[in-house]
């Protein structure tokens, strides 16, 4: 564990935080408590809530919406 942490210091702040929101993503995500009371959520936008740094939500977004235009291009 003490090298996670000397990786994670040696990071900018911003990317510490980053990799912050990471750990609470997956500790969210592969909880037993959280799995059996949260609800999934099947909007895009409220996937996006996962990320709390807002370049990150507008990036997946983009990107999500240029996959719905190319698969309704094809069609």
Same mark, same amino acid.
């Given at each position: 564990m003490q090298l996670i942490e000397e990786r994670?210091?040696?990071l900018t702040p911003e990317l510490q935080?980053?990799?912050l929101d990471f750990?609470?993503?997956?500790?969210?995500?592969y909880s037993?408590?959280?799995v059996k009371t949260s609800k999934?959520?099947?909007s895009v936008g409220?996937?996006?809530e996962k990320y709390k740094n807002?370049?990150?939500q507008k990036k997946e977004k983009? %990107?999500? %919406?240029?996959?719905a235009a190319v698969k309704h291009e094809s069609r």
């Open positions: 994670i210091k040696s935080k980053e990799v750990i609470d993503f997956l500790v969210s995500k037993l408590s959280s999934r959520i099947k409220g996937s996006l807002v370049n990150l983009g %990107a999500w %919406a240029e996959a």
